[in-house]
């Protein structure tokens, strides 16, 4: 199962269509609110014959957060029969067949829901049987239920394939060069196994500082950052292929420090399933790009088409890390604001960080905020509509359990994992006038010293300080920051004003989402600043 952070990461890149969760609410809904849906996804595959099969899971939600009672996934392969084996990975997970064909798992305990689809629930092993061969294909249908929710349903396509084994180098390629300059780095294949390798697609993972120097037609792109690359010709058992791939280095480059770029390797029939997954979640995997094909070196052989499927995707990773040298700092302020109302009012306080540069902070290989915005309610008012992503803070102790809660006069709060140059994160924090007081201050504080990690490098502390002002008179309105207004607005999500985490994080977390992308889940946590 996916891990907390891991979820807290997918949830802020916003992939496949993922929000940020609010806090669990019961599964039986208030009356004002429409009855809780259910959501499964569970990914075409290819299996490759006589092979131990592959490992997946379907990736549930719902129509809003929710805790349910007795989850149930019900696998049905009867289409399948004499074609595949479906048993849990762990036998005796509350997994048990309850007839040919028909695999039911279900677990007593609570589980949280979220309008965001995450996978790890009831892995199950999908295998051919001795007699499937290359060709066979049948559905899989999977439904989830719980008590008191009417169930779901969504059928998958499962094919069996040749078997091959497609491998990139173990060791990643190491480079240098300073914010804006240009590098390359070569993209390699090779054919581990004996039979040959009819085609092969690359999806690339890439930092948001590493952009495409070039394009080429047998490649996708989104919003001008390099998506897949496509290849089809047939690669003989033990042959090594590669080409060479330029690199423009983001001008708002932090530096020193590294950034890291990786691509995996898939089948072509792989890939079929991967785009269908991606097509569900409203996801594009971008246009071709505006240049020549990109060709790998090697021998020229004519191709041919059919199911294959990679029999050991642990070594079909590779990438590389870029030493980022000069100096490129950045310089995050902290965003108050200016409120005005009488005595019993309602006013919302719009407070927050933003990115002066020149550098942009991206944290997505660590999946940690960018900072932490401490806000310190002003005398005289109550917080009275608090985000989720705001917990009550006592002293360097988050109360987590708590996180949401209005009512106290101290609250901690996280941006994104990625902010750009320019770029402004706020949260909406309603505070209700309790006593007309002149120069009412509170105060917003960035970069919070505290025992965790964080950001320590920023080239203004003096700006990290911003304050809130209620009723601020003439000689006293000074330093207050973006200001805020009266009105009754729930607080929300840090909001993306500029840059979209979804389109700079590449696909990594997609193929995380999709259960696709073990090496990525390795490479994903790296340190990136230098001091």
């Given at each position: 199962m996916l891990t907390?952070?891991?979820?807290r990461w997918l949830a802020g890149l916003g992939v496949a269509g993922a929000l940020v969760a609010?806090?669990?609410?019961?599964?039986?809904?208030?009356?004002?609110?429409?009855?809780?849906?259910?959501?499964?996804?569970?990914?075409?595959?290819?299996?490759?014959?006589?092979?131990?099969?592959?490992?997946?899971s379907p990736l549930l939600s719902a129509s809003r957060s929710v805790v349910v009672q007795g989850l149930t996934v019900q696998?049905?392969?009867?289409?399948?029969?004499?074609?595949?084996?479906?048993?849990?990975?762990?036998?005796?997970?509350?997994?048990?067949?309850?007839?040919?064909?028909?695999?039911?798992?279900?677990?007593?305990?609570?589980?949280?829901?979220?309008?965001?689809?995450?996978g790890?629930?009831?892995?199950?092993?999908?295998?051919?049987?001795?007699?499937?061969?290359?060709?066979?294909?049948?559905?899989?249908?999977?439904?989830?239920?719980?008590?008191?929710?009417?169930?779901?349903?969504?059928?998958?396509?499962v094919r069996i394939g040749e078997g091959v084994d497609l491998a990139a180098p173990s060791e990643e390629t190491t480079v240098s060069t300073a914010p804006g300059g240009r590098i390359s780095a070569p993209l390699t294949l090779r054919n581990a196994g004996n039979t040959d390798v009819k085609g092969a697609v690359a999806v690339f993972d890439l930092d948001y500082s590493i952009r495409p120097d070039k394009q080429y037609s047998n490649c996708t792109y989104q919003d001008g950052r390099l998506r897949t690359c496509s290849f089809s010709a047939t690669i003989a058992g033990e042959e090594t292929w590669s080409a060479s791939l330029p690199y423009l280095l983001g001008k708002d480059t932090y530096a020193p420090g590294r950034e890291y770029g990786y691509y995996n390797w898939m089948t072509v029939a792989e890939f079929e399933d991967y785009s269908a997954y991606l097509r569900a979640r409203g996801v594009s995997a971008g246009q071709p790009g505006k240049g020549p094909v990109l060709t790998l070196s090697g021998p020229t052989n004519a191709t041919a088409r059919g199911f294959q499927a990679d029999t050991?995707?642990?070594?079909?990773?590779?990438?590389?890390?870029?030493?980022?040298?000069?100096?490129?700092?950045?310089?995050?302020?902290?965003?108050?604001?200016?409120?005005?109302?009488?005595?019993?009012?309602?006013?919302?306080?719009?407070?927050?960080?933003?990115?002066?540069?020149?550098?942009?902070?991206?944290?997505?290989?660590?999946?940690t905020p960018v900072t932490k915005v401490d806000v310190a309610v002003p005398a005289g008012t109550t917080a009275v509509k608090v985000p989720?992503?705001?917990?009550?803070?006592?002293?360097?102790?988050?109360?987590?359990?708590?996180?949401?809660?209005?009512?106290?006069?101290?609250?901690?709060?996280?941006?994104?994992?990625?902010?750009?140059?320019?770029?402004?994160?706020t949260v909406d924090i309603s505070l209700r006038i309790d006593k007309v007081i002149e120069n009412a201050t509170g105060t917003v504080t960035i970069n919070a010293k505290c025992e965790c990690d964080g950001f320590t490098e920023d080239l203004k502390p003096a700006n990290d300080v911003a304050k809130i002002l209620v009723n601020a008179t003439e000689g006293g309105a000074n330093g207050g920051g973006n200001?805020?207004?009266?009105?009754?607005?729930?607080?929300?999500?840090?909001?993306?004003?500029?840059?979209?985490?979804?389109?700079?994080?590449?696909?990594?977390?997609?193929?995380?989402?999709?259960?696709?992308?073990?090496?990525?889940?390795?490479?994903r946590r790296r340190t990136r600043f230098v001091a």
């Open positions: 907390h952070s891991t979820r609010t806090s669990a609410s019961p599964a039986v809904a208030a009356a004002e609110e429409a009855p809780v849906k259910l959501g499964v996804y569970f990914s075409d595959t290819t299996v490759a014959a006589k092979s131990p099969g592959k490992v997946d696998y049905d392969f009867r289409d399948l029969d004499g074609i595949l084996e479906v048993t849990p990975e762990n036998p005796g997970f509350d997994c048990e067949p309850r007839q040919s064909g028909i695999l039911v798992c279900a677990t007593p305990f609570e589980t949280d829901l979220y309008e965001w689809a995450y790890g629930f009831f892995n199950v092993v999908l295998a051919p049987t001795a007699k499937a061969a290359d060709g066979d294909a049948g559905d899989l249908k999977v439904t989830v239920s719980a008590k008191g929710i009417a169930p779901a349903s969504h059928t998958a396509k050991d995707p642990t070594n079909n990773g590779s990438g590389m890390t870029i030493q980022v040298n000069g100096k490129n700092g950045t310089d995050l302020v902290a965003v108050g604001g200016k409120l005005v109302g009488r005595a019993g009012d309602v006013v919302v306080a719009t407070l927050g960080v933003r990115n002066d540069g020149p550098a942009a902070l991206d944290f997505g290989r660590s999946g989720d992503v705001c917990s009550p803070l006592n002293g360097d102790t988050q109360d987590r359990a708590n996180a949401g809660k209005p009512g106290h006069k101290l609250y901690r709060c996280y941006p994104d994992i990625f902010i750009g140059v320019g770029e402004e994160q200001g805020g207004g009266q009105g009754g607005d729930d607080g929300g999500a840090l909001p993306i004003t500029g840059q979209s985490t979804g389109l700079i994080a590449g696909l990594g977390a997609l193929l995380l989402a999709a259960g696709l992308g073990g090496f990525l889940v390795a490479k």
